[in-house]
Every structure is written in structure tokens, then in C-alpha cells.
């Protein structure tokens, strides 16, 4: 696979590709991966990227002096896995609408469209790594993740620009898994292909792993409940009754793990669905309002207003 990220900076950027790999005094050093070191005023940035067939790997390491707002430019749709090893990463999208805080020690999965971003990193040193792999790889292998199979398909039937799925703490397995594909040795070719294509199996497999076992807990049932009825009549009650606890307790613990309450995600669903609807059939904000769990049209055009800026009528 190719390279699809574009680094871009708003100051001068001097690029220099490193003749052989990354210097041996870093430690996350991959010996079969081509290095190059980016000088910009606010520190050095070294990346290690590795290209193939089923998939591209990038590791970059910040060395900051001072804080950096830069961006990059995802030149084809693509999913993404990703680990934030040292530090956090505030994302963007071009028009600086907030995407995500990715902390210190997490991997989540993303899936993004053609387009720009931005990001934003404090004064620090900086350590980031993502796996691209084929789409169509994945979906040949979804039954072992059905959950990233389930997130590639909302995906494109929603046609999202950019989302993200849940991310996980980075625990003794992972880290181990990680440094796995990172000190691989490429001294036979043969050998090299099938140890690589495993490391990133595996870490597929526990990323799915770590999944499994945060969908078990009653905010990720609540929520993928949530994106299945948002067209029903649906209130705190009804679900506190579904799911066999208080009001204040559900609230709670959703906000606690999404920093959201359920209403306020279950209104963010119902938006987007209403916009889709507006943008991609020839449906007119009567017909939508109803698809979308609202009994009146005022309501729903107030709501919508409020949510973008402008009313449903303009959504063309």
C-alpha cells in the first residue's frame, strides 16, 4: 500500500530522508522501516514508516520545544488503527471542528474520508503509531472483528466524513504485541512476511479483545441501542427501565465514559440522520422528521436549527 498522510506545517519544514534506518539511539527503532527527520521551528519530528501489500505502518516521534498546530491531508478513504504511546493529540477537522483528544495510551480505530485535518500538541515529547490496512483485507477477515466489520458498514451507509470507534487502554498485551512488530527483523523475506502479517493479526485480535469486553458494560449497550431505535419514542425513563437501573445512575455512568448524557447523543444521532437524509435522497424536511424519532414538525425544525446553524430547508 501506498502512503496516503500528508504531513503539512505552518512554518518551514526541512525534510531529510535518513540513508538507512532510524539512529540507533531511539528506542523504537524499526530495522525494516524507512526513516525520515522533518525540522520545523518547533522542534524535530522522526518518522519510521513501513509499506505493504495489505497494509502501511507509520511510527513518529515529536520532539517539541514549543507548541505545534499542524495538520495532514488523507489523500484516499481509509481506516486507521491507532496508538497514542506518549502524550495526547487534540484532532480536527479543517474548519477546526473538534474530532477527538486521543490520551496517552489508548489505540481506537478510525475511518476517515479524502480530506484535511488538523491537530494540535503542547510543548513535549510525543510518541504516535498507526496501522492502514486494506479495507477489503478486513472485510474478508470479519468474522474476526465483527466490530470493525459493523463500524466500516455504519460507515458508509452513513457516509461520514471522519468517526472513530471506542478507545481502549493500552494494557500488558497490547504494549507487549506492539513491541512485537516493532523489533521484527527482516533477514529472511519469507519468514519476515509471515511474522508481520501475524503481529498485526494479533494486535486486530486483542484490539477486538479489548472491545468485546467495553461493549460488555451497560454505556456501550445503552449506546448501540441508542444508534438502533433514535427513530422511536425514547426517554430517560424508558431506558433506565430497559436497562434495569436509576435515571441519575444511567445518566451517570454515560456521561462518565462518552461526556454526554444519553438525550444529548440521542439528539447528535437523530441530527445526523436528518441530515444524511436531507443530503443524499430527495426526501423534504417533512417527510424526514418523522424517520427520526420526532411526532412534530416544529419540534424537529427548531432542533435542527439549533444543532446546525441553519434550518432543515437549507440542508441541500
Request: with cysteine; charged share 25%; glycine share 2%.
Amino acid at each position: 500500500m501506498h502512503r496516503t498522510i500528508k504531513h503539512i506545517f505552518r512554518t518551514n519544514a526541512v525534510v531529510v530522508d535518513l540513508p538507512e534506518q532510524a539512529p540507533r539511539s531511539i528506542h523504537q527503532r524499526l530495522s525494516y522501516a524507512v526513516a525520515e527527520k522533518i525540522m520545523i521551528n518547533e522542534g524535530t519530528i522522526l518518522i519510521q514508516h513501513f509499506s505493504h501489500f495489505l497494509f502501511f505502518l507509520e511510527l513518529a516521534h515529536f520532539d517539541l520545544h514549543s507548541e505545534l498546530e499542524a495538520g495532514f491531508i488523507n489523500e484516499k478513504k481509509r481506516i486507521f488503527f491507532s496508538a497514542m504511546l506518549n502524550g495526547d493529540i487534540s484532532l480536527y477537522t479543517e474548519d477546526a471542528f473538534p474530532i477527538i483528544i486521543a490520551k496517552s495510551n489508548t489505540c481506537y480505530v478510525t475511518y476517515s474520508r479524502k480530506g484535511k485535518f488538523s491537530y494540535k500538541l503542547e510543548k513535549g515529547n510525543y510518541l504516535f503509531f498507526y496501522i492502514c490496512p486494506r479495507t477489503a483485507w478486513l472485510k474478508r477477515n470479519e468474522k474476526h472483528y465483527p466490530l470493525i466489520g459493523k463500524f466500516l458498514q455504519y460507515m458508509k451507509v452513513n457516509r461520514k466524513f471522519f468517526d472513530h470507534m471506542p478507545s481502549c487502554a493500552i494494557d500488558q498485551k497490547m504494549y507487549a504485541l506492539i513491541e512485537t512488530l516493532f523489533h521484527l527483523k527482516n533477514w529472511n523475506q519469507t519468514i519476515f512476511e509471515a511474522n508481520i502479517l501475524k503481529s498485526l493479526r494479533s494486535i486486530l485480535d486483542h484490539y477486538q479483545f479489548l472491545l468485546d469486553a467495553k461493549f460488555a458494560n451497560r454505556p456501550y449497550l445503552l449506546k448501540d441501542y441508542l444508534e438502533k431505535h433514535y427513530h422511536e419514542s425514547i426517554n430517560n425513563k424508558v431506558l433506565a427501565a430497559l436497562y434495569f437501573t436509576t435515571e441519575k445512575t444511567l445518566i451517570k455512568s454515560f456521561k462518565k465514559e462518552f461526556t454526554t448524557t444519553p438525550y444529548q447523543y440521542l439528539i447528535k444521532i437523530r441530527m445526523e440522520q436528518a441530515r444524511n437524509l436531507l443530503l443524499y435522497t430527495a426526501l423534504s424536511p417533512m417527510e424526514v422528521y418523522n424517520r427520526v424519532g420526532y411526532s412534530d414538525f416544529q419540534s424537529f425544525r427548531k432542533q435542527f436549527k439549533k444543532h446546525f446553524g441553519f434550518p432543515p430547508s437549507e440542508c441541500r
